[in-house]
């Protein structure tokens, strides 16, 4: 591979593509975005490109086509998926066609850093060096977790079932409790690990007291929803997919709550809340912590007596 990495991003979301420019871009990345199927493959037909992030549900070609396409006609580009909730199969049968890796909507900027730079390295034939687990649970939990698999196993469609199992013994699902699961029910690790990104009521991450999910779908976000999270972030000091040291909040963005009519929305555990403003969430937020952005309050007090 000659220079930096020549990337494109194929989504039927403007907003997916110009995220992933933004962020890819200011890494020094050479990034260029189709918006569908049909267009990716007129620019692939033109051009060569290292790597080809998709989506998979867009109309007209959708991207297991693509996907399909790039493997016959361009056979050395590496391809990742870009994608929201697709099903348990559709993940099944991009992992068979031969994806290196994918990056969960709405991503954060480290999530699709991290893959980017993972996938540069496989195309250049590195394998990229592995990161070593540390993370151990007590005995007695390792037990209750093998029960499970052991009860699951010779299910059709056992996976999802054990893993929801999983997170309510664990409390989440860092790379130790997915190895063990493939393990147990003999498939790839891969395959685990990938379902585990797609899904957001899954994590990784050990979660707070308290689950704020936020919707950065299209009509929340037209409706100011960034104001919202940045409101949030602010005062919580966490980003997206972060919990707060006291453990009492994480955050999550997701692409839709289905309370589209009350945009813009969040969820915190699984009460809804709608029609918010930046300062509305923060309310919200402090009816479960009534700490949360005290200093601020404090300053904005002070700066208003000064002002009267």
Known sequence: MSGEPKILVVDDEIVVIKSAQRVLGSEGYDVEGALGGREAILKLEQGNYDLVFTDLKMPEVDGITLIRWIKKSKPSTGILIITGYPSQDTIKEALDLGIIDYVPKPFTPSVLLDVTKRAVAWVEGKKPEEKKVSEEFPPAMAAELDRVIEQYK???????????????????????????????????????????????????????????????????????????????????????????????FSLEGVRCLGACGLAPVMMIDQETYGALTASKALSVIREYDPTVGEAASAQEEELAEKEG
Not at 171 to 185: A, T, W
Not at 201 to 217: A, E, L, Q, S, Y
Not at 238 to 248: A, H, L, V
Request: net charge positive; proline share 6%.
């Open 154 to 248: 010779s299910r059709p469609g056992s996976l999802i079932p054990v893993l929801q199992r999983a997170q309510e013994i664990v409390g989440y699902l860092p790379p130790v409790v997915q190895k063990r699961i493939s393990k147990g029910l003999n498939m790839p690790d891969a395959e685990v690990h990938s379902v585990v990104s797609f899904y957001s009521f899954f994590t990784m991450k050990p979660r707070g007291d308290h689950n704020i999910r936020v919707c950065i779908g299209t009509a929340c976000y037209v409706k100011g929803i960034d104001k919202v999270v940045h409101k949030i972030k602010e005062n919580l000091k966490i980003d997206i997919g972060e919990t707060t040291e006291s453990r009492k």
